[in-house]
């Protein structure tokens, strides 16, 4: 069953135990001839949605018959599971909302739409910098960061300032697997040609972009073409942009001397947004949509959707569309009806709550119950914190879930996180100890993760 028209065959075939043949006839119309057939015209992760071109048989199947199809639904998939029923309006609605782009295109990737706070202000400084021209205080310039934090937002901002301010530049945008891919092309063609071309290519560039550089680590090949190509660039005075998801120095498959020559770059880290950014964020995204949300949704969203631009942006464009599709009125309540679910996620790819309190305790050398304890002892108090930090940073979980593993309020969730990102924001060693923690949780992950595969 992976298919909205097969979990509705499905469905169907439920509602057969509760309703007569005429009646799924007469209102889902089900036989190839019926002009007016209820059809499944889309399956998201926790709705399915359906289509009648007649606006009577719409309104009667959500007056008679909506709680047996949403039953249905949570029987086929162990859990809640909404139905939604759309007229032609309503389909036109969904299909112009799944045509618009969930993000900005690269044309609007611009200064002016990057929303800043504490967490990303020295990257955008440094990429603003870059933009107005060459800075030798400034070259190479390393911005690094988890996914869906902005960094390739920055990288094609630079690209369309400086393709306005200095038309005549040769600016080389590439990505660290579209680099391995061409080299890779250029080596099997079978002669020097393509290779010289290649080469031509990239160190030619007055200002190179290369997003997601982390994944020519472990590569040699590419990684001996990139030095070349690098120590070319820099000797000519030409501007090199990196964007990454971790330092240089945490690329362990890194050749040595790659790591010493980005030793010298100016690097700022982009961090998930606070509580002040990620409501910046929503509002900017509400308002490049045309739409102004109430606070008390805006608040909900941020305290409910994961730290991630990317996640976001997703949850304010899914909350207009729905409010297209249904046509009701933006609110609290109807949000949290509808659509709590879409900001949960999947959990597929996310540790398990367990797992980060496991490690975050296992990291202050104390036990899980520590952790959970009601000890004040502060140094259980400040692992704990970190661990809620790390449940909110980490997955979708809202404040009040993460402090129901705890047994605590999410009041006290929310003042554990603004201590914890004061201390990362004070202390380098303290970010340092975040990182570890992390890795070893993203580790134990993947080795779950890889283990269920097999």
Excluded at 135 to 144: A, C, D, G, R, T
Excluded at 166 to 189: D, K
Aim: charged letters at 25%; hydrophobic letters at 40%; one cysteine or more.
């Amino acid at each position: 069953m992976n298919s909205a028209t097969d979990v509705w065959k499905k469905t169907l075939s439920m509602l057969r135990n509760d309703l007569t043949e005429v009646a799924i006839t007469t209102w889902f119309g089900d036989d190839e001839d019926s002009e007016e057939k209820c059809t499944a015209v889309k399956l998201s992760d926790s709705c399915l949605f359906l289509h009648t071109s007649s606006k009577f048989k719409k309104e009667q199947i959500e007056l008679r018959y909506i709680g047996l199809i949403k039953n249905a639904l949570s029987q086929i998939f162990s859990g809640d599971f909404d139905a939604v029923i759309l007229d032609d309006d309503g389909l036109k609605a969904l299909e112009k909302s799944l045509s618009t782009p969930d993000y900005l295109s690269i044309d609007e990737y611009t200064f002016e739409h990057f929303v800043v706070g504490d967490s990303n202000r020295f990257a955008y400084s440094g990429a603003l910098a870059v933009s107005e021209g060459y800075k030798p205080n400034y070259n190479p310039l390393f911005i690094y960061g988890e996914s869906g934090l902005g960094k390739t937002h920055l990288l094609n901002a630079i690209r369309n300032a400086v393709e306005k301010n200095f038309p005549l530049f040769n600016i080389v945008y590439a990505s660290g697997e579209a680099f391995t891919n061409e080299l890779v092309a250029a080596l099997q063609h079978g002669y020097y040609g393509k290779l010289i071309e290649f080469r031509e290519k990239y160190r030619s560039a007055d200002i190179l972009l290369m997003d997601d550089f982390h994944f020519i680590a472990g590569k040699e090949q590419t990684q001996e073409e990139f030095f070349n190509t690098f120590n070319t660039l820099y000797e000519h005075g030409k501007q090199i942009v990196f964007t990454s998801d971790r330092p240089p120095n945490e690329m362990t498959k890194l050749t040595d001397r790659l790591v010493t020559r980005l030793h010298a770059s100016l690097k700022f880290e982009i961090l998930p947004p606070d509580d002040v950014l990620r409501i910046a964020i929503i509002k900017n995204k509400a308002k490049q949509l045309g739409v102004i949300l109430p606070d008390e949704v805006t608040n909900y969203i941020a305290e409910n959707v994961a730290a991630s631009v990317r996640h976001l942006e997703g949850a304010v464009k899914m909350i207009i569309a729905f409010r297209d599709i249904m046509g009701e009125d933006i609110t609290v309540d109807k949000v949290k009806e509808h659509f709590e679910k879409m900001f949960i996620g999947t959990k597929d790819n996310f540790p398990t709550i367990d797992t980060i309190i496991d490690e975050t305790a296992r990291f202050y050398n104390l036990t899980a119950d520590d952790l959970k304890g009601r000890s004040q002892s502060q140094n259980i108090v400040l692992p704990r914190q970190v661990a809620m930090y790390l449940i909110r940073k980490l997955t979708n979980t809202s404040l009040v879930n993460t402090g129901k593993a705890f047994g605590r309020d999410h009041s006290t969730v929310k003042s554990s996180l603004t201590k914890v990102e004061s201390n990362i924001k004070e202390s380098v060693d303290f970010s340092i100890i975040i990182k570890d923690i992390t890795l070893n949780i993203q580790a134990k992950t993947n080795k779950y993760s890889e283990s269920s595969t097999h």
